[in-house]
């Protein structure tokens, strides 16, 4: 009789054990998944950061690129050299 209590004591141990252990692995798959999204969304903000960057130096490369050719903005007064026959 006592071997059968022990053996159903052992039996409601280790099936705790499962139960505990199985959660814990539940618990670390969802912060997982939970990590992964996150990572998955960072990944994102940087590519439109890269993107927005990239317009960025776009547009001051275009800036720039008039006066080192030496036109000038539309509106100044261009310096004009007359010639007599």
């Known amino acids: 009789m006592t071997a ?3 053996m159903l004591l052992l039996l ?3 099936s ?3 139960l505990v252990q199985t959660a814990e692995g539940s618990d670390k798959a969802l912060q997982l998944r939970q990590e992964e999204a996150k ?3 960072l990944r994102q903000e940087l590519t439109t ?3 927005q960057s990239s317009r960025l130096q776009s547009l001051q490369n275009l800036s720039q690129s008039p006066a ?3 036109m000038i903005p539309i509106g ?3 310096p004009v050299i007359t010639v007599q026959p």
């Open 4 to 6: 059968r209590y022990l």
């Open 12 to 14: 409601a141990v280790f």
């Open 16 to 18: 705790l054990l499962f």
């Open 39 to 41: 990572q998955q969304q």
């Open 49 to 51: 950061l890269e993107v």
């Open 68 to 70: 080192a050719q030496g």
């Open 76 to 78: 100044e007064e261009v």
